[in-house]
Nanobody
Framework: QVQLVESGGGVVQAGGSLRLSCAAS??????MGWFRQAPGKEREFVAT????????NYTDSVKGRFTISRDNTKTTVYLQMNSLKPDDTAVYYCAAVGTTGNYDNWGQGTQVTVSS
């Protein structure tokens, strides 16, 4: 089991930027991703980065605006969010793939609020 701790959320005006961080308790040999859950909606996938080659994938609504990356130690994953929109308002969660091949490890979430 790996513990994940997110940080970097906050309140920003539309068009602004935020950078989220996710610190893992140990180096993870697995893909890591960001998900979000807006009020009254189901949790949705935002972005993922593979462990081996750092291959990234994004949901269509954030392509060109968000960038997922990781540090060289592979213990911290970032989500750079630019050109933020009110629809991006949500609790953002970091997750890591576990031994089952699914996203089994989750952080506590960090709130992102984008005002219009």
């Amino acid at each position: 089991q790996v513990q994940l701790v997110e940080s970097g959320g906050g309140v920003v005006q539309a068009g602004g930027s935020l950078r989220l961080s996710c610190a893992a308790s140990r180096r993870t040999r697995s893909a890591m991703g960001w998900f979000r859950q807006a009020p009254g909606k189901e949790r949705e996938f935002v972005a993922t980065i593979s462990w081996t080659f750092g291959i990234t994938n994004y949901t269509d609504s954030v392509k060109g605006r968000f960038t997922i990356s990781r540090d060289n130690t592979k213990t911290t994953v970032y989500l750079q969010m630019n050109s933020l929109k009110p629809d991006d308002t949500a609790v953002y969660y970091c997750a890591a793939v576990g031994t089952t091949g699914n996203y089994d490890n989750w952080g506590q979430g960090t709130q992102v609020t984008v005002s219009s």
